[in-house]
């Protein structure tokens, strides 16, 4: 029989097809309920998008070369999200238990380089065991390698890392230098050194979830922004998540059709009379945002203060916020250090930055002072001076202290700044001036209770109002609570083409 061309064509795809199919052939996932690395894929993007790149990559030979599988335990490649271009790469914890190889490391690399010369944003979905000892110090250089293009990538594209299962040692270093982390409840974990290894180095013993768990992470640590139910959650997370980003620092964030106003509690009757009275700041959230929805960001860790992105208008904004619901909405190490990573990240990428003031000031203590609440604490302060975004305040009740001059204020490059009639702006609360200010005539009176009374009034009367700082062009108007949402719409809408140019330099030196 005559081997013709058309044979020969014919064999060749059957060969390949072959290959094809051992390459994305799949086993049962490692723990039930979890999803294989490319239905976790196909879950994420649009259906139908995904292309595929590196799939007969091969892991390297290692002893006698027998177990050498397409694709090294990492599926690559890109696809779109709601018709937005996406790069996407996958650990498969069935190959090699998900650990990096030499192949896997260079693909993961390869898709990083992808998605900066294209410039879309990558999400990695995490499942892995770290590093893949046998094949030694070439697995340690390539998580150095996706660290280096972490940080290349930084503040240039949206990195968003998903974490599924186990994320140890080396592995960890990625997700953390990334903008935001999802993790799945009871599902995830995330540490450098695993339980076993830490009681037999240091005698103390603490399970996985205790120790790097999805609600250690989100709650104590704040190495993680989101707690998803499940993986379905998670990755709707992510789908939700990209919506509010721009696919690179050179272009706008998506925009949509302007939301509605939602029904709620009505601003003027948010903040209670009394000064030391508790309300939730969300409540004034969800009445100046489209539709009332805000996507928030490290919801359980440090709750002294909001992070969220959300929209007005149909455009995005970055939202930060006292909470007075969590003591009082000072700012501590905690919060200062979670709000101006956030910040900075809206300001990377062309985010206007909304703030609500309602902060007693820095948390004063021991432990904060030892703790470094001075270097961290300025992290704050650097992080809203740096911005060169939209800035909009809003002081809604007392702004007191270093809290008033950090939270937005005119003097670290606020553009517009509204307080309410209930705002109180001053160096302290009343009661704190006058026990400073009158101490001696309030020792030598003979009714000194109704002489304090007398002088905490008198000082209400002029500090405890937002009135002295409009004298002075530091609150650009004093607004009814009900017109905010209007008042801040028309101030993001003239922002639009603000121009802030900065001097040139390599780049600034954070207090880290």
Same mark, same amino acid.
Request: charged content about 20%; glycine content about 12%.
């Given at each position: ?192 050194? @695993? ?165 007693? @000031? ?34 809604? $009740? ?97 922002? $639009? ?16």
């Amino acid at each position: 029989m005559t081997d013709t061309a058309a044979d020969r064509t014919a064999g060749r795809i059957a060969d390949l097809e072959h290959r094809r199919a051992q390459a994305v052939a799949t086993a049962a996932p490692r723990r039930q309920g979890a999803l294989g690395a490319r239905e976790r894929i196909e879950r994420l993007l649009d259906p139908g998008s995904f292309a595929e790149t590196g799939a007969f990559v091969r892991a390297r030979a290692v002893g006698d070369g027998a177990q050498r599988p397409y694709g090294d335990g990492v599926v690559t490649g890109y696809g779109t999200v709601d018709g937005r271009p996406v790069c996407v790469f996958a650990q498969d914890s069935r190959v090699f238990g998900g650990s990096m190889g030499e192949a896997f490391g260079e693909k993961t690399v390869a898709l990083m380089e992808l998605a900066l010369k294209t410039g879309c944003p990558v999400v990695g979905l995490n499942d892995s065991g770290g590093a893949r000892i046998q094949e030694g110090v070439n697995s340690l250089a390539l998580y150095a390698e996706l660290v280096r293009r972490n940080v290349k990538a930084s503040g240039v594209i949206p990195q968003i890392s998903v974490v599924l299962g186990p994320c140890a040692g080396g592995a960890a270093y990625s997700p953390a230098i990334t903008d935001f982390t999802v993790m799945v409840d009871g599902a995830s974990h995330m540490f450098v050194t @695993g339980p076993d290894v830490i009681e037999a180095v240091t005698g103390e013993r603490a399970t996985a979830e205790e120790l790097g768990g999805a609600r250690t992470s989100n709650s104590v640590n704040g190495n993680a922004h989101f707690l998803a139910a499940d993986e379905g959650d998670a990755l709707d997370t992510v789908r939700d998540l990209l919506s509010y980003l721009p696919a690179n620092n050179l272009e706008r964030p998506p925009e949509f059709a302007p939301g509605s106003v939602a029904d709620g509690t009505p601003l003027d009757e948010v903040v209670p009379d009394r000064l030391g009275q508790a309300y939730d700041m969300r409540d004034i959230l969800h009445a100046v945002v489209d539709d009332g929805e805000l996507l928030y960001v490290q919801e359980l860790f440090a709750p002294n203060i909001i992070c969220a992105l959300a929209r007005v208008e149909g455009a995005s904004v970055g939202v930060v916020a006292n909470q007075p619901l969590h003591l009082a909405g000072v700012l501590d190490i905690d919060a200062s250090e979670k709000a101006a990573r956030f910040v900075r990240f809206c300001d990377a990428f062309g985010i206007p930055l909304l703030t609500f003031a309602d902060v007693p @000031g820095y948390l004063s203590g021991v432990r904060q002072e030892r703790g470094g609440i001075i270097r961290r604490g300025a992290k704050l302060l650097y992080a809203y001076a740096e911005a060169t975004v939209p800035k909009v305040t809003v002081v809604v $009740r007392k702004a007191y202290g270093g809290g008033y001059a950090v939270m937005g204020s005119k003097h670290l490059g606020a553009d517009l700044n509204l307080a309410w009639p209930t705002a109180r702006i001053a160096v302290m609360g009343a009661e704190g001036a006058v026990g400073v200010l009158h101490r001696r005539q309030l020792a030598a009176a003979t009714d000194p209770e109704t002489l304090r009374a007398d002088l905490v009034a008198a000082y209400e009367s002029t500090h405890g109002t937002p009135y002295l700082a409009a004298e002075r062009g530091y609150v650009d108007d004093v607004i009814a609570p009900r017109d905010t949402r209007a008042h801040v719409s028309r101030a993001l809408r003239a922002l $639009r083409g603000k121009r802030a140019p900065m001097p040139e330099r390599r780049h600034g030196n954070i207090p880290l």
